[in-house]
């Protein structure tokens, strides 16, 4: 896909201007720091997918389907790459935050690590649910219980060592409602995705006693009826290990080149870098950028309308 003039232009010369000196100067990348910004604020950003990599995949696909209620949006074998993946959700990609799962031929097992942990996912009624993942020959690693509070939940793990927390709450547009992240510094992730990405704390807790503190940060007004981010910070714990399991999450963006620009210039001040410049995947044309926050968690941002377009080609 062919870029603009202005998006063509308007990374490099932002880019650039971060790094200029001088009184003229300054002032003019102050004006550009806050011009991209504000823009951030009011992108049309939303979730469209998280990658796992999966050791057995029709056998994931049917754990998540006959245990979760899931479905297999679409399914694709590239032999000449020797990978296949699946996309497995609560509704279609077009409209709902999904999961891709990527199966490389020959490896059975990944490492999980400890830096992501895990799946949110909403239900009427968690105890079937658990019943059934019991029955399939998951993990229950906690029970179904409110440990005295009002949210009743339960932890499982699927047969590849994906955690999911199970949330006993009413229908809501999108059961697969967030994932986790262990953070080092929980202020500064808060700061870089609220920067960066526009997003906003939607809810803030801690608990001292567990010794952790949480922030569900995310697009809309409430973090329950939206997927969000869950960044989670224990006391004390500065290091995490990444696995090879967990890849990242795709986010929508109407721009990817002045989406890149702002995380550029947000890791300037917290940290994190960009690791793939924006421009079309040469495979399918879908404009993206790609980036590792602060703690090194990567994100993917793709172009909302090449995203669309990529959907309905690869259901052709």
């Not at 002032?27 to 009011?42: M, S």
């Not at 999980?112 to 993942?133: N, R």
């Not at 179904?144 to 932890?155: E, I, K, L, M, R």
């Not at 997927?227 to 696995?243: C, D, Q, S």
């Amino acid at each position: 896909m062919e870029m603009t003039k202005h998006t063509q232009s308007f990374f490099p010369l932002l880019i650039l201007s971060v790094f200029l000196v001088g009184s003229s100067m300054a002032a003019t990348e102050n004006v550009i720091k806050d011009d991209i910004l504000e823009w951030v604020k009011n992108d049309t950003h939303r979730f469209l997918n998280a990658v796992i990599r999966v050791g057995d995949l029709n056998r994931t696909v049917e754990f998540y389907k006959e245990c979760f209620g899931m479905q297999l949006l679409s399914q694709k074998d590239f032999p000449e790459k020797k990978y296949s993946k699946a996309i497995v959700g609560f509704g279609p990609q077009e409209s709902h935050f999904v999961l891709e799962l990527i199966y490389s031929y020959g490896v059975e097992k990944y490492e999980v690590g400890t830096a992501w942990s895990h799946f949110g996912l909403q239900f009427l009624d968690i105890y079937p649910v658990v019943e059934k993942v019991r029955q399939a020959g998951g993990v229950i690693t906690t029970e179904p219980g409110s440990n005295g509070g009002q949210q009743v939940y339960a932890f499982v793990d699927d047969p590849n060592g994906y955690s999911f927390e199970l949330l006993q709450r009413v229908p809501t547009p999108e059961p697969l409602n967030h994932f986790m992240l262990q953070v080092a510094d929980l202020d500064r992730a808060i700061s870089f995705y609220e920067k960066a990405l526009g997003m906003k704390v939607l809810l803030k807790y801690d608990s001292p006693q567990d010794k952790f503190t949480i922030a569900m940060v995310g697009y809309g007004s409430d973090y329950i009826q939206s997927p969000v981010i869950e960044l989670r910070y224990n006391y004390n714990v500065t290091e995490y290990t990444a696995g090879n399991a967990y890849v990242h999450a795709a986010i929508g963006t109407s721009d990817v080149y002045k989406s890149a620009a702002a995380v550029a210039l947000v890791t300037q001040e917290l940290g994190g870098k960009i690791v793939r410049p924006p421009g079309p995947n040469p495979a399918t044309g879908t404009k993206m950028t790609s980036f590792l926050d602060p703690d090194g968690r990567k994100t993917v941002l793709v172009d909302n309308e090449d995203y669309l377009k990529e959907i309905k080609n690869n259901g052709q």
